[in-house]
């Protein structure tokens, strides 16, 4: 093997997980290659996922509160227009900034990039097949392939009608009718943008809740506030198939018996994802995937074969770009010797509607269901100064704590900048705070994060701005 064709550490696949274990590595003086496919780095989140959503999602914002908001703060914004072309253009180049971001933090950390499909060929080996065709050889590899869409075997993507998200985030005009399936990250992120344009969008979602992975007082008033931005759902619902009729499309369903068609010109398709390993050679190196087709590894990130390790979305554990960025940078520091580690427990999750949804911790749900003792604190933004001046006072915090020892579990939170809000409780978690350390911390007035402290001085009563 040529020594430019040898390293220390390959990676392959160059998303959130799999560039940031590359930096690492290099950081650690590791020599490092990272293999990509794809035309440009970064993986779903940057070219797909993430961040073109996030840049629709804003554009969206602006134009709605432009149209809903605006003249109740003095401002007249007659013969409002928008533009879905340039919509487009304003999401492309934010994805080609950040893809070339990524481009130009290789280069700068000295990680070799390969322009391909890499494929296992026995331990320490790695044929990369593309645009350049290499064999390369490393001591260390890691796995940070990604994920792909669902596809329902009754509802089959046609690329035209029915789509996933990559669809979704390119329509070149706006679906007179949207049907969306799955009440999830994707399905309420998306079906708001298409929504705020115009589109009559339908969600269908099988458990009898939307956003179903929060607790049921932040679902509910999920529910409420979307159904006044006019979005309809329908909970509780199987989805049948699609059915065309005189030149129209339906969405076929049943709630119970009753069975249900929603007409549409697109249906999205946003019922979850699953572990990308395709072509890999995963089974030349014998690793075997598991039922549900990730890569089982252990608290090294080892796969079952020496050398070979798995970060990301192909493993376990919930499909989030910010869980697989510390996995690769805790996978990398384990193989130079350090004690990288992720707390599993203080993993935020965020659905970036507008109100946005945010969580970290177990859900009062959960904790039930694990039989753990809990007290909970509410409070509602409409009590919140900020809030009220800012047109923020829909949503709540929500905060969970064990009843006996006071340990923050989790917080909830449903209203304006949860994302950035669940931040102060991501770090009260992560160093082990109780409720009344968050409730006794100093927060900036006049802010929305004070909600969040009066959640946590209202576990005990203490809440200073109730009634
Ligand atoms: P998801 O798991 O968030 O939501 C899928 C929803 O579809 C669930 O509520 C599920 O009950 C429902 N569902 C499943 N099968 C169904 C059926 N046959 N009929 C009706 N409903 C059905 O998955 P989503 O939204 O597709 O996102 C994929 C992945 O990407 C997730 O792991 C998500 O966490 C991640 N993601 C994260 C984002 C974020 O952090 N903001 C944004 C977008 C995606």
Redesign the pocket.
């Known amino acids: 093997m040529s020594p430019e064709n040898t390293f220390d550490l390959i990676v392959i696949g160059s998303g959130p997980g799999g560039y940031v274990a590359a930096i690492r590595g290099a950081q650690l003086g590791l020599k490092t290659a990272l293999i990509e496919k794809s035309k440009t780095l970064g993986g779903t989140c940057l070219n797909v996922?993430?961040i073109p959503?996030k840049a629709l999602l804003h554009s969206t914002e602006m134009y709605h509160f432009a149209g809903h908001g605006a003249a109740e703060n003095g401002i007249d914004l007659t013969n409002l227009s928008f533009s879905v072309e340039k919509m487009m253009a304003k999401k492309d180049k934010t994805v080609s900034q950040l893809c070339g971001g990524v481009q130009a933090l290789m280069k700068a950390n000295k990680v070799k990039v390969f322009a391909g499909s890499g494929q296992l060929e026995g331990e320490g080996k790695v044929r990369v097949s593309g645009e350049q065709d290499e064999l390369l050889e490393a001591k260390h590899i890691i796995i940070a392939t990604g994920s792909s869409v669902i596809e329902?075997p009754f509802l089959k993507f046609d690329g035209e009608t029915v789509v996933g998200?990559t669809e979704a985030i390119a329509f070149d005009k706006v679906p007179e009718k949207l049907a969306v399936?799955?009440?999830?990250?994707?399905?309420l992120?998306l079906g708001s943008v298409w929504a705020r344009l115009g589109s009559k969008v339908t969600v269908?979602?099988?458990?009898p809740a939307v956003a179903?992975n929060y607790d049921k007082d932040v679902s509910k008033m999920a529910e409420r506030l979307f159904k006044k931005q006019g979005l309809e759902f329908y909970l509780g619902?199987?989805?049948t198939g699609v059915k065309k009729e005189k030149g129209k499309t339906f969405l076929t369903a049943e709630k119970g018996e009753d069975p249900i068609e929603i007409e549409a010109d697109k249906i999205l398709v946003?019922?979850?994802?699953k572990p990308f390993t395709e072509g890999l050679g995963l089974d030349k190196v014998g690793i075997t995937p598991n039922q549900k087709g990730q890569i089982e590894v252990d608290a090294h990130f080892k796969t079952a074969v020496p050398g070979i390790y798995a970060i990301g979305d192909v493993i376990p554990g919930?499909?989030?770009a910010h869980k697989a960025e510390e996995e690769g940078v805790a996978c990398v520091e384990r193989i130079v010797g350090q004690a990288g580690h992720v707390n599993y427990d203080a993993i935020p999750?965020?659905?970036?509607t507008e109100p946005e949804i945010a969580g970290v911790g177990i859900t009062e749900t959960i904790a039930k269901d694990k039989g753990i003792a809990v007290k909970t604190g509410k409070f509602n933004f409409i009590a919140n100064g900020r809030a009220i001046a800012s047109d923020a006072t829909d949503g709540f915090v929500k905060v969970i704590a064990d009843k006996e020892t006071d340990k923050l579990l989790g917080v909830q939170i449903i209203g304006k900048n949860a994302s950035e809000l669940i931040a102060a409780a991501v770090t009260h978690i992560e160093y082990g705070g109780s409720a009344e350390d968050l409730g006794r911390t100093v927060h900036a007035h006049p802010t929305l994060s004070e909600a969040m402290k009066e959640a946590a001085l209202a576990v005990d009563k203490n809440a200073i701005h109730s009634v």
Do not use: D, H, Q, W
Request: net charge neutral.
């Open positions: 996922g993430c959503s329902l998200s399936v799955g009440a999830g990250a994707i399905g992120e269908v979602e099988f458990l179903p619902t199987k989805v946003a019922v979850g994802r919930p499909m989030l999750n965020v659905i970036y």
